[in-house]
């Protein structure tokens, strides 16, 4: 059974940096794309960004209006995929989490397994 666990998260001030954690147990961390997805308050799940296997290159993919404040990675030795996050805004407030899919994708549809979240509060 995949498991997937986030850490990091907790009150910032804007312009702030923060790392987010995701790490699997129970699966080939490897083999997986795995994704950052964040919910804010009363809105909806959206895509954040996501990275692929590295053995396809570890290509990346971010959601186009973060202007590069994000960098997603990933350390395969030791199953664990970051989000580093820069010029931290009050709107990115909400839950980061992770998840995992065989494909490259932005659906939130297609991955099979998630995190149960990390909360990132951001105040002025």
């Known amino acids: 059974q995949v498991q997937l666990v986030e850490s990091g998260g907790g009150p910032v001030q804007a312009g702030d940096s923060v790392r987010l954690s995701c790490t699997m147990s129970?699966?080939?961390?490897?083999?997986?794309?795995m994704g950052w997805f964040r919910q804010a308050p009363g809105k909806e799940r959206l895509f954040v960004a996501l990275?692929?296997?590295?053995?396809?290159?570890?290509?990346?993919i971010y959601k186009d209006s973060e202007n590069g404040r994000f960098k997603i990675s990933r350390e395969d030795a030791k199953n664990t995929v970051y989000l580093q996050m820069s010029s931290l805004k009050p709107d990115d407030t909400a839950v980061y989490y992770c998840?995992?899919?065989?494909?490259?994708?932005?659906?939130?549809?297609?991955?099979?397994?998630w995190g149960q979240g990390t909360q990132v509060t951001v105040s002025s």
């Open positions: 998840a995992a899919t065989p494909w490259m994708t932005t659906s939130e549809g297609q991955y099979h397994w």
């Open positions: 129970g699966g080939a961390f490897s083999s997986y794309v």
């Open positions: 990275i692929g296997t590295s053995d396809s290159g570890a290509s990346t």
